[in-house]
């Protein structure tokens, strides 16, 4: 087996003997198997996290900052060799995966520069012999914790944001996905990262979050992935005092005005809904349409979307890969079938496809009951739900109903629609009229039960860091 735990700067398969399997999602063949980290190795991993911390944290911003930059380059050198590792594990198109590791690449430089301007300021003092300054130390170990839909890029931002900060990481990466996961840390190995302060385990998700997050090294808990697991760790998380970034699911809803092209928005929405196959948490969901032009867009929406060609990601022709495991296929098959029993229209796709692999259509529901469970729980998968609207108060609350909060999006050309939708919308990120989120430089994040927290932006370094106050008299 591959060593595939990085502690202390070595490669190892760890101290037992257990291992998961990683299979092709075009074929459900198993192609591999990832080591499991156990407790022994989670305490070396805890304890090289420590002793990393004590070394980058003293080593200058300057010097780190060289670091990353680094690793960002052999990234971008790598790209392909990573991208074809994303595909293999996950599915995607080869396409989106080299787009998912250059991405990356600019969060890493981002982060190395923004990591150099971590200022803190000079507070006037009651006293001319007095000082007082507010200085931004990083917060310590981290234990992060990043899911398969995105299985470089999910990563790389955790990483990127906490090492620039000056903390040292324990990530696990998802079992699923292993190998895009082991090149991305080595090319931070390979930069020239000091021993100990990026450390990488899979294993039994529950069994090391909850050793990681009860031990006094651990001082920051960074998730991404769904709302009741984020739950649970926000528990732990709190019982032992632990800073934490949530990044949970969504439902993201996705307003089309009255005066818009429907047939041009139609078209957008297949670009935005399907990437991924929609396993992505800011993905397109509750399609609310203005009644006057809701038949043109269903209609171009579906044929649109019923041209896609679906086959493995390692193939140039498709346009869609298959759902990134069989789990998926189940689950997007039960909300689909719920909705068509509680009376919505399949105006395309709705079934599993090819005889091989995890293969579902791209589906578009019409006119769906909001007591469907699509309209209310997160899809994770190629399934769009699309209602008509008549007044904007409606969208909005339509927008709002759920305890999701995480992107909207909202197509519009009227300027006074804009600022209603922009403020009235509760969500961590609203997009109008193009599909902008997720870049390097701007925060990324929900509210509600999409979680807190930011990741990207000088919001994503300030999750890292903490404020320590320092007053001195000279006199
Ligand atoms: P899941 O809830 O079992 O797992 C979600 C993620 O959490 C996985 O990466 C998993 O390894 C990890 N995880 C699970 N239990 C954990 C624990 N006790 N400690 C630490 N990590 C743990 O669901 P799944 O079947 O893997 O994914 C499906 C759902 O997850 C989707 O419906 C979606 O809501 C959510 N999801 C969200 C994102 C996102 O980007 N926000 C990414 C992946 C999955």
Known sequence: MTPSLFIAGRWTTGSGSRSGPVLDPSTGEEIGRVPFAEPADLDAALDAAARGFAVWRTTSAFARSAVL?????????????????????????????????????????????????????????????VTQSVVQEPVGPVAAFSPWNFPVSQLVRKIAGALAAGCSMIAKAPEETPTSAILTVRCFEEAGLPAGVLNLVFGVPAEISEHLIASPVIRKVSFTGSVPVGRHLSQLAGLHLKRVTMELGGHAPFIVGAGVDPARVAEAAVRMKFRNAGQVCVSPTRFIVHESVFDTFVEVFAAEAATLTLGPGMDAASRMGPLAQARRVDAVEALVQDAADRGADIRTGGHRAHNQGFFFEPTILANVSRAARVMNEEAFGPVAAVNPFGSLDDAISEANRLPFGLAAYAMTNS??????????????????????????????????????????????????LQDKFVTRRYA
């Open 415 to 464: 300027l006074d629609e804009a600022e209603r939708l922009s403020s009235g919308i509760e969500a961590g990120m609203v997009s109008i009229n193009h599909a902008g989120l997720a870049l390097p430089e701007t925060p990324f994040g929900g509210i509600k039960d999409s979680g807190h927290g930011s990741e990207g932006g000088m919001e994503g370094l300030r999750a890292y």
């Open 69 to 129: 930059r680094q690793a960002a380059t052999l990234l971008r050198e790598r790209h392909a060799t990573i991208a074809e590792a994303i595909t293999r594990e996950q599915g995607k198109p080869l396409s989106e995966a080299k787009i998912e590791v250059l991405g990356s690449a600019d969060h890493v430089d981002w982060a190395a520069e923004e990591g150099r301007r971590a200022y803190g300021r000079v507070i006037p003092a009651r006293d001319r012999d």
